[in-house]
């Protein structure tokens, strides 16, 4: 009986001791549109980062470093990639 008591203790413990996650979750998605005279394509393609240790204003400014906007114009083709970043918890 004493055992049971032991593990059913420690079986508490163990679950009733969650951590809380000071983890973003962060995914940068890449919108590209590649247009010539003939035709016009677009492909998106992601990445998920996960980052620890940092605060709100650290990730607003980490999302806001990761937003961007480049046109590449080479001829008569252009090549757009609009870069979008957000991140939660």
Known sequence: MKNVLVIAFLFILIFSCKKS???????????????????????????????????????????????????EVNGTVTTTTIVITKCSK
């Open 21 to 71: 996650s000071d983890c973003y979750t962060c995914t940068s998605t890449f919108n590209v549109t590649h247009r010539d005279t003939v035709e016009s394509v677009s492909w998106s393609v992601s990445d998920t980062k996960e980052l620890c240790n940092m605060t709100e204003s650290a990730i607003k400014i980490y999302e806001a470093d990761n937003n961007d906007t480049l046109v």
